[in-house]
């Protein structure tokens, strides 16, 4: 019996019947198919995505696996999902060359969670396997060294530079550092403006995938300063269903888009509250606003979180939900709320790559 022959050119014809969902090209396309090798009827390759929070990689996987088996005298396809993420285009000159994308959380008001959320969706993207750093931009509340039980404080270094702190995966600067307890700082505008400045650009925060950037509520020096001092890919909005605190989170979206900032989405937190006993629902703060506010402003919508006692109990034990309950309600949500971010930030990045193409 004459063995049969498998070339790559078949193994890639067959590979590109399987599409990205959101960058809706084909895997073979958009470069993502690596290190192919075929022993016989053995095929092994890698899947190189755009973000190892890819929400889709499951699926993927098992679609190229599929695709690839259907080859006649493929006997055993192993895949390998691996991950590279891009960044947008930006000037050479520009700050942070290291960090390939800065993600700011925003909202119009305290209370809201924007503070959890952060911490939650850079935990969950270290988890993931991304490089991930956390700054702390709230100047005069800064609630993340809490949150991320990280008290050791950044240390100076003899060249001005600073090291950061470090917890579950994630690396980390606070004003928190500075001012522990209940001390307050009491700084006019130009003083948090060189602190935020010396926090993003003396600090070593080595090669990061993300810098997430948990920024004051409201609109004013610490969100131009940001804005002016790097390019930030992309803003995330934190709002409670609320009309009062949906209103005022508008300002916030307004405030990004005016300053040329992309909005990545909105999420909607204390979106509904499940009761433990008798799993009733109940929504408190009413349901949807964020939703309807996402879909009427074409801006994406991130998802739900619920109220759930859990998130503040890990919080306040300096454990974001997603790394000490995950499979918990909220859990799932902050983690989902994540991959939809990642995703969010691989689609412009793709679609700034699209645009430079076409141009040249």
């Known amino acids: 019996m004459t063995d049969v022959v498998i070339s790559e050119a078949q193994v890639l014809d067959a590979l590109r019947s399987v599409m990205d969902p959101d960058l809706h090209r084909d895997i073979v396309s958009l470069g993502f198919v690596r290190n192919l090798s075929i022993d016989r009827g053995a095929i092994a390759f890698d899947v190189n995505l755009t973000t190892p929070a890819c929400p889709v990689k499951d699926?993927?996987?098992?679609?190229?696996?599929?695709?690839?088996?259907?080859?006649p005298g493929a006997t055993d396809v192993r895949v390998n999902m691996t991950a590279e993420v891009r960044r947008p285009p930006t000037p050479s000159a520009q700050a942070l060359q290291n960090v390939r994308n800065i993600i700011a959380v925003g909202s119009g008001k305290g209370g809201v969670g924007k503070s959890t959320v952060a911490a939650n969706l850079a935990a969950s993207l270290a988890k993931s396997g991304a490089r991930v750093g956390l700054l702390d931009a709230d100047i005069y509340g800064p609630s993340i060294p809490i949150m991320m039980q990280s008290g050791r404080p950044a240390e100076p270094q003899p060249n001005n530079s600073i090291e950061p702190g470090e917890a579950h995966g994630v690396r980390l600067m606070s004003m928190g550092y500075l001012s522990p307890g209940d001390q307050p700082l009491i700084w006019r505008g130009p003083m948090a403006h060189k602190a935020l400045q010396q926090s993003l650009l003396s600090v070593n925060w080595g090669e990061l995938d993300y810098l997430i950037v948990d920024l004051p509520p409201g609109t004013g020096d610490v969100h131009l300063t940001l804005v002016q001092t790097v390019p930030v890919t992309?803003?995330?909005?934190?709002?409670?269903?609320?009309?009062?605190?949906?209103?005022?989170?508008?300002?916030?979206?307004?405030?990004?888009q005016q300053t040329k900032v992309p909005l990545l989405g909105i999420i909607e937190n204390m979106s509904y509250y499940v009761c433990p006993h008798c799993g009733g629902r109940d929504d408190i703060f009413g349901h949807g606003g964020a939703g309807d506010a996402a879909a009427s402003l074409s801006v994406p919508f991130l998802g739900e979180i619920p109220l759930d006692k859990a998130i503040r109990r890990f919080a306040d034990e300096g454990t974001p939900v997603v790394i000490a309950a995950p499979d918990s309600p909220s859990?799932?949500?902050?983690?989902?709320?994540?991959?939809?971010?990642?995703?969010?930030?691989?689609?412009?990045?793709?679609?700034?790559?699209?645009?430079?193409i076409v141009e040249e």
Do not use: C
């Open 331 to 356: 859990g799932r949500a902050m983690s989902e709320i994540a991959g939809k971010v990642a995703q969010q930030v691989s689609i412009r990045a793709f679609r700034h790559l699209t645009l430079s």
């Open 234 to 256: 992309g803003a995330v909005i934190v709002s409670t269903p609320q009309d009062v605190g949906l209103q005022i989170s508008m300002k916030t979206l307004r405030m990004f």
């Open 59 to 71: 699926r993927l996987r098992e679609q190229s696996r599929d695709a690839v088996l259907a080859i």
